[in-house]
């Protein structure tokens, strides 16, 4: 994984796209997986305390590694010389 990064210098609007599904995956309000996110949600009852926190944890790192695998692949320095970075000493 270390030879895919910065993607987004040469290919933004794959990264765009990537990005719009990225956040589909994860359950943006405007998708259908917040839709089922929230029916999930409301069928749990109150007593059921240990599901919802297992639901609700599982929601969120899937959230995380969505994102993280978006910004290994597309964030980043890019591999080619001839784009501006930003070294880490400056």
Known sequence: MHR???HVYEHPTAALMFFIC???LSGFPISPTFIGEDLIF??????QILLASFVALSFILNGLAI???YARVFLGPHIKN??????RSS
């Open 82 to 87: 001839y784009h501006s970075i930003a070294y």
């Open 67 to 69: 994102m993280r695998i």
């Open 22 to 24: 990225c956040l589909a």
């Open 4 to 6: 895919f990064h910065g």
């Open 42 to 47: 409301s069928h749990i009852r109150e007593d």
